[in-house]
């Protein structure tokens, strides 16, 4: 789900589009109709989220749980578990929010978020059959050919190196030399919600990555990650960074006509097995 923090896993099934259920929920605010994201609303810090899979009837679910940390915080009505059945067959009625369409999964989890976020909400599904193209001002590399599906932010892939991680965090830390301070930073590039980490032996290789190949699928690079306020959210605690770090650190040495640059986006090309 979009806003909620990643699951890690051994690998992806991925088409030309996007990832299998990446961004395939979104929280959308009942009025305005915009995407309810960690920029603007840190409780989404609290949730976590997992697919299940009944094995009696292969039902597969989408199971939201709220941290037993966070657990306090919330109405005492409201069960700290939603289990949200994926369905195959998509039917609803379809939301079309200005930017994106999708299919509205029902009151109940609608409710259950609004009652935690404070807020009338309701949960969007990607409408399978809606695809929207890359931001082109953004996405310097990017074909006029290049799709992908609704909730996804601007393409297929976002990547973030570990070197990269590590190499900012030690810069963050050079200016808060007061030791509470430092106490209440982390900088993950789980924070950063990409789709993929890669760990090379120097920071920022993968600006020059212009392509990458597993099996028969092939990433290449149409462009650089702006990154905006919500990567300051920490996971741990629950709340921002100091003075919404990373993104002033990044901003003294990443700084770009693009936006502060951290991470890499990229689209995926099928190769036929036989080439």
């Not at 979104?26 to 989220?49: M, S």
């Not at 709220?66 to 578990?81: G, H, N, Y």
């Not at 702006?226 to 700084?255: F, S």
């Amino acid at each position: 789900m979009r806003g909620i923090m990643g699951i890690e896993v051994d690998h992806l099934k991925v088409s030309k589009y996007g990832i299998k259920y990446d961004r395939e929920w979104a929280i959308y605010d009942k009025a305005k109709l915009g995407c309810v994201g960690q920029a603007a609303e840190v409780k989404l810090t609290q949730f976590r989220q997992r697919i299940d899979k009944d094995l009696a009837t292969k039902q597969k679910y989408l199971v939201i749980t709220v941290l037993e940390s966070c657990r306090d915080q919330i109405p005492k009505d409201v069960p700290f578990e939603l289990r949200i059945p994926i369905r195959k067959n998509l039917t609803g009625d379809i939301v079309d929010t200005g930017k994106v369409q999708g299919i509205a999964e029902g009151e109940v989890y609608d409710k259950w978020f609004s009652k935690i976020l404070e807020r009338e909400v309701i949960l969007l599904r990607a409408a399978p059959n809606f695809k929207k193209g890359l931001p082109m001002n953004i996405m310097k590399w990017g074909l006029d050919e290049d799709v992908t599906r609704g909730f996804v932010s601007k393409c297929v892939l976002h990547l973030v190196n570990e070197a990269s991680t590590r190499d900012l965090t030690k810069r963050v830390l050079s200016y808060y030399p007061d030791e509470k301070d430092r106490e209440r930073i982390r900088v993950t590039s789980m924070a950063f919600r990409p789709n993929i980490t890669i760990d090379t032996p120097f920071a920022y290789e993968e600006d020059r990555m212009l392509e990458a190949r597993v099996g028969n699928t092939m990433i290449r690079l149409v462009g650089y990650c702006n990154r905006c306020k919500a990567v300051a959210n920490n996971y741990e605690t629950n709340d921002r960074n100091p003075e919404y770090e990373p993104n002033p650190t990044i901003e003294k040495y990443r700084k770009h006509e693009l936006g502060n640059l951290f991470g890499t986006y990229h689209q995926v090309d099928i190769i036929s097995s036989n080439e």
